[in-house]
């Protein structure tokens, strides 16, 4: 199926989760893997793997058109997809979070979210769309890609949820910001996780930000977490950014180390913060 939705699975109504099965090679322009056009998934993803599957548009592995994945995404492997957009994921919000889960060598080729993106529609969006919610825990997020924001994860909306246990390390974002990025503002802590090698791009007309983390505004704690050797643009924060907000949270326990912000390319913009920036 190249040029339709679903090349391994599409669904016109709601699916009732997915257990123990494997998608690959599978090809199609939104969802090579999975297309579900108008609901979502119910019931989560369980002990499945996603695996070299193309989507010439959007979501390499999975995409869903008007709800999201609701059930949380358990024991699963996604590696090797790609996309324009998400080159796992894209669906309109994640619930009941990500557990014991990797993200591999996913590639978003033009825009955001290497491995996961949430989008909105951009007309009479749903309350709950682009909401990331229900948090990751000891997962891995290893060497995905994205061309714009988002390396491993962009979300459209919000992120609710605390990140535990959880490792991300040598994501790339060829232009702009973050290996996690978050459009609005995020709530929940980082415990006992760790951003290493991680890197933002500079381009001519964007400065750049955080080679990790990129927010608008953060509510809670970083405890027990490493960032080390993280890459940021040229503007602000080489690990974390939080922009237009504030960060509202101690930082207990962790480390930072060798955390940078690249050369700027844009006249009159400073750089600031090499671990990180507030701004």
């Given at each position: 199926c190249n040029r339709g939705q679903g090349g391994g699975l599409y669904a016109a109504g709601i699916l009732q989760g997915v257990h123990n099965t494997v998608f690959t090679n599978n090809k199609a322009r939104l969802g090579a893997g999975m297309g579900i056009s108008n609901?979502?998934?119910?019931?989560?993803?369980?002990e499945s793997t996603f695996e070299n599957n193309v989507a010439s548009m959007q979501g390499g592995a999975i995409y869903t058109a008007s709800k999201g994945i609701n059930g949380g995404i358990h024991d699963s492997i996604f590696r090797g997809n790609s996309?324009?957009?998400?080159?796992?994921?894209?669906?309109?919000?994640?619930?009941?979070g990500i557990y014991n889960t990797l993200f591999e060598e996913n590639i978003a080729t033009t825009s955001a979210g290497g491995a996961i993106a949430t989008a909105a529609p951009s007309t009479n969006p749903p309350a709950e769309a682009g909401i990331f919610?229900?948090?990751?825990?000891?997962?891995?997020?290893?060497r995905n890609t994205s061309a714009v924001a988002g390396s491993a994860i962009r979300v459209s909306y919000m992120f609710n949820g605390d990140i535990v246990r959880t490792v991300f390390d040598s994501n790339n974002c060829t232009g702009q910001s973050g290996t996690l990025y978050v459009v609005n503002t995020?709530?929940?802590?980082?415990?006992?996780?760790?951003f290493t090698n991680n890197t933002a791009g500079v381009t001519a007309t964007s400065a750049g930000g955080a080679g990790a983390v990129f927010v608008a505004?953060?509510?809670?704690?970083?405890?027990?977490?490493?960032?080390?050797?993280?890459?940021?643009?040229?503007?602000?924060?080489?690990?974390?950014?939080?922009?237009?907000?504030?960060?509202?949270?101690?930082?207990t326990g962790s480390t930072f180390t060798q955390n940078r912000l690249g050369a700027s390319v844009q006249a009159g913009v400073p750089s600031r913060g090499g671990a990180i920036g507030v701004f």
């Open positions: 609901t979502g998934i119910f019931g989560g993803i369980w996309a324009q957009m998400g080159g796992a994921i894209v669906t309109m919000g994640i619930r009941d919610a229900g948090g990751i825990y000891d997962s891995k997020f290893l995020t709530t929940g802590s980082i415990i006992d996780s760790s505004g953060y509510t809670g704690d970083i405890v027990r977490s490493t960032f080390h050797n993280n890459v940021g643009g040229s503007m602000l924060g080489g690990a974390i950014m939080v922009m237009n907000g504030d960060l509202n949270g101690k930082i």
